[in-house]
C-alpha cells in the first residue's frame, strides 16, 4: 500500500467513524480497568476495609479479586462483540481508497 | 528414582519431539520459522497463548503461596486477568498489523532507523533470558527433586530439548507444544480440583471454611507483610504482573503466528477464558495442599512451598497422581522455554543480525541458518547462566522479567502505536531508562545486596516503570528533531486500526 493510500483512508468517514467508536470504548474502559485493579493491592495491602468474612469464610478480599477475573471476562466479550462489528468499518475503508479491489491489494 | 514418573516425563519427551518431528517437514522458510506463516488459527493460538505464558512458577508457585499464606499469596494472581485484558484492548491488534516477527519490527515500524531496533532487540534478549534462568532454575529443581537426577544434569537436559524444538520444528512446533501443554496443565488441574472438592461436597465455600477453621482467619483474610517497605514491595510486583505481560515479547510474538488482526482478538478472548479459569482456581488446590498435606510439611519439603502443587496429588492420589502432576509441570517448563527461546532468537538473528548487520539484505535461507543457529546460541547461554544461578529464587527472577518488560518494553509499545508527537529520541531515551532503572535498581537491591542494600526493594516496577514512561515522554518533547525517516503518524495509526491490506 503506497503513503497516498493511508492518507486516503485516514479520511474516509468510515475511518473516522471506526476510530471515534473505538476510541469512545477504550479510553473509559481501560481507565476504568487500571483504577478497578489498583484498587484491590492499596487496600488489602494498607487497610483493614476487606478483611471482614462475606460468604462462609470468604473475605471480601477474594470476593474483590474474584471479581477482577469476571471484570476481564464481561469487559472481553463486550470488547469481542464490538471490534467484530467494527471490522466491517476498517473493511469499507479499505475499500473506498482501493476501488472495491480490496482482494489485490 | 521414581520409576511412575520417569515413565510420564519420557511420554512427555516423546510426543514433544514428535510434535517437532511433524513440524519440521513444514519449517521451510523464514516465515514458517517464527510466525509459523501466520496460519495459526485464533482457538489454537489462544491455548498456545495459555501454553506460553503460564509457568511452572505460575502453577507451582502460586499454589504454593496460597498454602503457606493464604490471602496474602493470591496477589500473584489476580493481576493476570487484567494484564490479558488489557493485552487484548490495547496490544494485540496493533501488534498483529504493525510488526513482521518482533517487537522490534513494531517500533521499527515508525521510526526505521537500525539504533531503535537494535535497543529494542537487546531489551526482548535480556527480558527473555532473565525469564529463561528462572524456567531453568525452577526445571532443575523440579526434575532433581523427582527424578533424582542432579541439577546441572537437568539443566543440560532442558537445555537440549528447548534447542531441538526450535531449530527443527521453529514456531510451528513451538505452538502445538504449547497447546499439548496448555491441554495437559488444564486437566490435571481440574483432575486436582475435583478430588479436593469431592471431599467437601463439591461446595468450593467449605473449602474456606475448613481452612479459617484449622488455620485461622489469618488464612483467608489479607494481612499486613511486615512494615511499609514490605507492602510497598508486595505492591510493586502486583503491578508488575498486571503490567509486564503487556510488553512481554514471548506473549507479543504469539499475535504475529495469526492470519489478522480479528484472529488476535479471539485468541486473546480463548486465553482469557482458559488463563481465568486456571488462576481463580489456585486458592481451592493451595488451600487443599495447606488442609491435606499440612503447611509444616509443605515449608519443610521447599520454605517458598513449590511443591504443594505435587504433595497435594500425592496425598490425594497416590504415586501415580504425584508422577502425572510432576509430568504436567515438566511439559510447563518446556512449552513456556520454547516460546522464550524463539522470542530471542528473533531478537537475535531477525533483528540483530538480519537486519541491523546486513542492512535488510540476506537471503531467506540465510535469515533461516540465523534463526537456527540464535535459538542454538540462547539455549546454551541461558543454560550457563542457569548453572550459576541455582540459589536463586524462581519468583524473584521471573517477577523480574515482569518488571523490566513493563518498564523497558512498554512504554515504547504503546506510545508507538498511540501518541502522535512520540519521536526517535523518546522511543530510545525510554527503552534504555527502563531497563538501565529495571536492571539496575535490583543490582543495588536486598536480592544481590542483602542486608547493605540501596535500593530498599526487590522488585524495581514501582520506580522504574514510571521513569520508563516519564524518560520516554522527556526524550520527546525536549528534542527537536527533524522527521525525515519516520513513517508519518497517520500511516501507523491507519495500519494500527485497519491492517496493512495484506491477508
Not at chain 2, 532454575?137 to 537436559?157: D, K
Request: aromatic letters at 12%; proline letters at 3%; hydrophobic letters at 55%.
Amino acid at each position: 500500500m503506497q503513503q497516498s493510500e493511508y492518507s486516503g483512508i485516514a479520511e474516509t468517514a468510515a475511518f473516522r467513524e471506526l476510530v471515534r467508536r473505538k476510541r469512545a470504548f477504550l479510553v473509559p474502559t481501560v481507565v476504568f480497568v487500571l483504577l478497578f485493579f489498583i484498587v484491590l493491592p492499596i487496600l488489602s495491602i494498607f487497610t483493614d476495609v476487606l478483611d471482614g468474612k462475606v460468604i462462609g469464610a470468604i473475605s471480601w478480599a477474594y470476593l474483590y479479586a474474584f471479581a477482577q477475573f469476571f471484570l476481564a471476562w464481561v469487559v472481553t466479550f463486550i470488547y469481542w462483540r464490538k471490534a467484530n462489528r467494527w471490522d466491517e468499518l476498517a473493511r469499507k475503508a479499505r475499500e473506498e481508497v482501493s476501488g472495491g479491489e480490496e482482494n489485490s491489494a | 528414582m521414581n520409576v511412575t514418573a520417569s515413565v510420564f516425563f519420557a511420554a512427555i519427551v516423546a510426543v514433544t519431539l514428535g510434535i517437532t518431528y511433524w513440524a519440521s517437514k513444514r519449517n521451510k522458510s523464514t516465515s514458517d520459522h517464527y510466525v509459523a506463516g501466520k496460519g495459526i488459527t485464533g482457538w489454537q493460538n489462544g491455548l498456545a497463548i495459555t501454553g506460553d505464558f503460564v509457568s511452572v512458577g505460575g502453577f507451582l508457585g502460586i499454589t504454593g503461596a496460597i498454602a503457606l499464606q493464604g490471602f496474602n499469596g493470591f496477589y500473584l494472581s489476580y493481576g493476570i486477568p487484567i494484564a490479558f485484558l488489557l493485552v487484548l484492548l490495547v496490544v494485540a491488534e496493533p501488534m498483529r498489523n504493525l510488526g513482521k516477527y518482533t517487537v522490534g519490527d513494531v517500533i521499527t515500524s515508525r521510526f526505521g532507523t537500525g539504533s531503535v531496533r537494535a535497543i529494542a532487540a537487546v531489551n526482548t534478549l535480556l527480558i527473555s533470558i532473565v525469564y529463561m534462568i528462572s524456567q531453568f532454575v525452577g526445571a532443575g529443581a523440579l526434575i532433581q527433586l523427582l527424578l533424582g537426577i542432579n541439577y546441572n544434569v537437568a539443566v543440560l537436559i532442558i537445555g537440549v530439548l528447548a534447542s531441538v524444538y526450535i531449530l527443527a520444528g521453529g514456531m510451528l512446533a513451538t505452538t502445538w507444544i504449547q497447546i499439548f501443554k496448555a491441554v495437559l496443565l488444564l486437566s490435571g488441574t481440574f483432575l486436582l480440583l475435583l478430588l479436593v472438592l469431592s471431599r467437601f461436597d463439591f461446595n468450593p465455600v467449605a473449602v474456606f471454611d475448613e481452612t479459617a477453621a484449622t488455620l485461622g482467619d489469618g488464612a483467608v483474610i489479607p494481612s499486613d507483610y511486615g512494615g511499609l517497605i514490605a507492602n510497598l514491595d508486595v505492591l510493586s510486583i502486583t503491578i508488575a504482573v498486571a503490567l509486564g505481560p503487556v510488553g512481554l515479547p514471548h506473549v507479543l510474538m504469539r499475535f504475529l503466528t495469526v492470519p489478522d488482526a480479528r484472529t488476535a482478538r479471539s485468541s486473546v478472548a480463548v486465553a482469557s477464558v482458559f488463563m481465568g479459569l486456571f488462576f481463580i482456581l489456585l486458592p481451592i488446590l493451595g488451600y487443599g495442599a495447606a488442609i491435606y498435606v499440612g503447611q509444616a510439611e509443605i515449608s519443610a519439603a521447599n520454605p517458598a512451598g513449590n511443591l504443594a502443587a505435587p504433595q497435594l496429588s500425592e496425598a490425594l492420589g497416590g504415586d501415580l497422581l504425584l508422577a502425572f502432576i510432576a509430568a504436567v509441570s515438566f511439559a510447563t517448563l518446556l512449552a513456556v522455554m520454547a516460546g522464550i527461546v524463539i522470542a530471542a532468537s528473533g531478537a537475535f538473528a531477525h533483528d540483530l543480525y538480519t537486519n541491523v548487520w546486513r542492512g535488510g539484505q540476506a537471503t531467506d535461507r540465510e535469515q533461516l541458518r540465523a534463526a537456527r543457529v540464535a535459538a542454538g546460541a540462547i539455549c546454551v547461554i541461558g543454560l550457563l547462566l542457569a548453572l550459576g544461578a541455582q540459589g536463586f529464587n524462581l519468583a524473584f527472577l521471573a517477577t523480574l522479567a515482569f518488571a523490566m518488560a513493563a518498564s523497558a518494553n512498554l512504554p515504547a509499545i504503546l506510545l508507538t502505536i498511540y501518541w502522535r508527537r512520540f519521536n526517535l529520541t523518546g522511543a530510545v531515551s525510554g527503552m534504555v531508562a527502563g531497563l538501565v532503572s529495571s536492571v539496575g535498581l535490583v543490582l543495588i537491591s536486598p536480592n544481590l545486596l542483602g542486608e547493605s542494600a540501596i535500593f530498599p526493594f526487590t522488585n524495581p516496577a514501582l520506580v522504574s516503570i514510571p521513569i520508563g514512561f516519564l524518560a520516554s515522554y522527556l526524550g520527546t518533547v525536549l528534542s527537536s528533531e527533524n522527521r525525515e525517516g519516520h513513517t508519518p503518524y497517520e500511516e501507523i495509526y491507519v495500519r494500527s486500526n485497519v491492517g496493512s491490506g495484506e491477508a
